[in-house]
T-cell receptor
Framework: AQTVTQSQPEMSVQEAETVTLSCTYD???????LFWYKQPPSRQMILVIR??????QNATENRFSVNFQKAAKSFSLKISDSQLGDAAMYFC????????????FGTGTRLKVLA | NAGVMQNPRHLVRRRGQEARLRCSPM?????VYWYRQLPEEGLKFMVY????????ESGMPKERFSAEFPKEGPSILRIQQVVRGDSAAYFC?????????????FGQGTRLTVV
C-alpha cells in the first residue's frame, strides 16, 4: 500500500525568505501523480502544484517549485519570497493512476510566516 | 462554472442522530470521492463513486456509514447513529468523465460536530 510521510509538523519562515517543506512516499508503482495542497483556515483545499511521475522535469508555479527525486521517493516543496498569505497547512498527496485514482495524503506541515 | 458544492458547511448532531452530507460535483464530472479529516490530521480516503455505482469503499467504516451517488441529484454521505468520534471535516472531490488522478477538485467541506 502507498504511504505519504511529512516529517515536519510545523515550519516557520521570515517574510520574503525561502522555505522547503519535505515529503517522502512509498509505492511500487512507476506511474503516479504527486501534489502539494494548501489548506488555509477556511479549510478549502487549494492545489499548489502537481508533478507527474514520468516527467523528470521539476514542476514550477510562480513562487512554488518542487524537487522531485523519483529514486529516493522524495517530493519537497520550495516556497520562494514567502508572503503572509502563504501561512497555512500544506499537505503532500500521492495520486494513484491505476484503479480508483484516490489520493493518499500526508499528515501535513503547518507553515507560519513571520513579518 | 460553479465548483464542487458541499452542504451544509457546518452540521451539529446529537449522539445517536443521523447526519446527511451532500456533494454536488462540478458540471460534467461523474466521479465523486469522499474524504474525512480528523482534527490535526490529513485527509483519509473513504469512498469512490460513479453515477449509481460504488467503485471503491475500502476506506468506509463497516458500520453506520453509507454513500450513494444517484442518477439525478447530489452524492450523499450518510452517517447513522453518530458518535463523538465521527466529529470531523468531510470533504468531497470530483473528477472528470473517465476518472483522472491528474486533479481532483475539492469542495469546501462539511464540518460535523457531534455533541
Amino acid at each position: 500500500a502507498q504511504t505519504v510521510t511529512q516529517s515536519q509538523p510545523e515550519m516557520s519562515v521570515q517574510e520574503a525568505e525561502t522555505v522547503t517543506l519535505s515529503c517522502t512516499y512509498d509505492t511500487s508503482e512507476s506511474d503516479y501523480y504527486l501534489f502539494w495542497y494548501k489548506q488555509p483556515p477556511s479549510r478549502q483545499m487549494i492545489l499548489v502544484i502537481r508533478q507527474e511521475a514520468y516527467k523528470q522535469q521539476n514542476a514550477t508555479e510562480n513562487r512554488f517549485s518542487v524537487n522531485f527525486q523519483k529514486a529516493a521517493k522524495s517530493f519537497s516543496l520550495k516556497i520562494s519570497d514567502s508572503q503572509l498569505g502563504d501561512a497555512a497547512m500544506y499537505f503532500c498527496a500521492y495520486g494513484d493512476t491505476s484503479g480508483t485514482y484516490k489520493y493518499i495524503f500526508g499528515t501535513g506541515t503547518r507553515l507560519k510566516v513571520l513579518a | 462554472n460553479a465548483g464542487v458544492m458541499q452542504n451544509p458547511r457546518h452540521l451539529v448532531r446529537r449522539r445517536g442522530q443521523e447526519a446527511r452530507l451532500r456533494c454536488s460535483p462540478m458540471k460534467g464530472h461523474s466521479h465523486v470521492y469522499w474524504y474525512r479529516q480528523l482534527p490535526e490530521e490529513g485527509l483519509k480516503f473513504m469512498v469512490y463513486l460513479q453515477k449509481e455505482n460504488i467503485i471503491d469503499e475500502s476506506g468506509m467504516p463497516k458500520e453506520r456509514f453509507s454513500a450513494e451517488f444517484p442518477k439525478e441529484g447530489p452524492s450523499i454521505l450518510r452517517i447513522q447513529q453518530v458518535v463523538r468520534g465521527d466529529s470531523a471535516a468531510y470533504f468531497c472531490a470530483s473528477s472528470p468523465l473517465g476518472g483522472s488522478a491528474a486533479e481532483a477538485f475539492f469542495g469546501q467541506g462539511t464540518r460535523l460536530t457531534v455533541v
